[in-house]
């Protein structure tokens, strides 16, 4: 079963603007991670967060986790044509090995 | 440094037939995993290795899929007989360890059953 669930399932934006992505889970986890694919692409890491981080930054990505609501977000500001892609969370499980993928946010990024 | 390789990049077969897939990690990676990917769904694990031995493989369904991982470093993931509901990408991944983070994801490989 799938861990992570996304919200929403699609967005589309003016290129410039900011896009938010949101993941809500439903038991422990030792980090929570964002990926990017690309259509007919395999999945790219995009940022890692741990259980004992609230915060992280990496170029345009902005990831913020609330453990207390299970939830986190992927913020992408001045979004590109070139962002256009689908965004999944990925939960590392307390106690296991698995990484557990939710069904993605379609993203599209209008020129 | 060379990215995780898979082939075939795409497949079309007749139910009942059978179809492996292929994959080379990441020089050093120890860990590797198959996904499945149901279009328009989230990545689902069908088997993690550790070295040559198998982590979880609690989703592969084993009447009809069956992986190994020869000497530790390739991979090969075979369906016999394949379903109509096995049509998806089948994505394989490398880690550099286990539960350390960052997966390195191939290009997957697209299986169609008609």
């Known amino acids: 079963s799938q861990q992570g669930e996304e919200d929403p399932q699609a967005l589309s934006i003016q290129e410039g603007e900011n896009a938010t992505m949101n993941c809500s889970y439903k038991t422990s986890i030792n980090n929570l991670q964002w990926y990017r694919q690309n259509s007919g692409r395999g999945l790219v890491h995009l940022i890692l967060?741990?259980?004992?981080?609230r915060e992280k930054h990496s170029g345009r990505l902005r990831v913020t986790l609330d453990t207390s609501k299970k939830s986190s977000s992927l913020l992408i500001t001045a979004s590109r044509a070139a962002d256009t892609a689908s965004y999944f969370c990925a939960t590392g499980v307390a106690g296991s090995y698995q990484l557990t993928f939710g069904k993605g946010t379609k993203l599209s990024v209008i020129p | 440094e060379a990215g995780v390789a898979q082939s075939p990049r795409y497949k079309i077969i007749e139910k009942r037939q059978s179809v492996a897939f292929w994959c080379n990690p990441i020089s050093g990676h120890a860990t590797l995993y198959w996904y499945q990917q149901i279009l328009g769904q989230g990545p689902k694990l069908l088997i993690q290795f550790q070295n040559n031995g198998v982590v979880d493989d609690s989703q592969l369904p084993k009447d009809r899929f069956s992986a190994e991982r020869l000497k530790g470093v390739d991979s090969t993931l075979k369906i016999q007989p394949a379903k109509l509901e096995d049509s998806a990408v089948y994505l394989c991944?490398?880690?550099?360890?286990?539960?350390?983070?960052?997966?390195?994801f191939g290009e997957g490989s697209r299986l169609t059953v008609l």
């Open positions: 967060i741990r259980s004992n981080e």
């Open positions: 991944a490398s880690s550099l360890r286990q539960n350390t983070g960052e997966l390195f």
